[in-house]
């Protein structure tokens, strides 16, 4: 009942806009007052009375302007962190965690007998590693599904020694 208003809302709107168009708009008007409020304030004399409330207004925005943008890139991050988990099978659980930032991923090549080499994932968070293979599961259907296994970067990297790497020509 309720997607039949929203379709109905949309359809007889002038803007012809959906839900989501019209929660976005005024988080996507934060940026555009910050540039208007920079742009005033560069036009306004350094001696003007309005001065300093027109810097107060801008420092506020640029700081909610900021804080918005965070906030978005976290939630995108763990968004990400709810798709690999939906992804992996076996004992890969609890991926996603708002306190968890993934940090890179990629397929690497491992090296196997005879010299031939196999595709695996990793994923590197910024409190673990995530190794993993693509297998096929036929009741998912999903080309990226993975199997692998969990590091906890604490106790992975206990077990890492580092040394200097000569220099070329040393």
């Not at 988080?27 to 027109?54: C, F, M, N, W």
Request: glycine share 6%.
């Amino acid at each position: 009942e309720f997607a039949l208003f929203l379709q109905h809302a949309k359809e007889t709107s002038e803007a012809r806009l959906d839900l989501l168009s019209c929660l976005i708009a005024p988080v996507q008007r934060i940026p555009r007052y910050r540039l208007l409020l920079g742009d005033i304030l560069k036009r306004t004399d350094e001696g003007s009375a309005d001065r300093a409330h027109i810097d107060a207004v801008y420092r506020s925005v640029s700081d909610l302007a900021e804080r918005v943008n965070g906030d978005m890139r976290r939630q995108e991050n763990f968004q990400r962190q709810l798709q690999l988990q939906r992804a992996f099978v076996g004992n890969i659980a609890n991926i996603a965690s708002y306190d968890r930032t993934l940090v890179r991923d990629g397929q690497l090549l491992k090296r196997v007998r005879y010299g031939s080499s196999k595709p695996r994932w990793f994923f590197l968070f910024n409190d673990c590693l995530i190794y993993a293979k693509t297998v096929q599961v036929p009741s998912v259907g999903v080309i990226e599904t993975y199997e692998g296994h969990l590091f906890s970067l604490c106790r992975f990297l206990s077990h890492v020694s580092a040394r200097n790497a000569p220099h070329e020509g040393d």
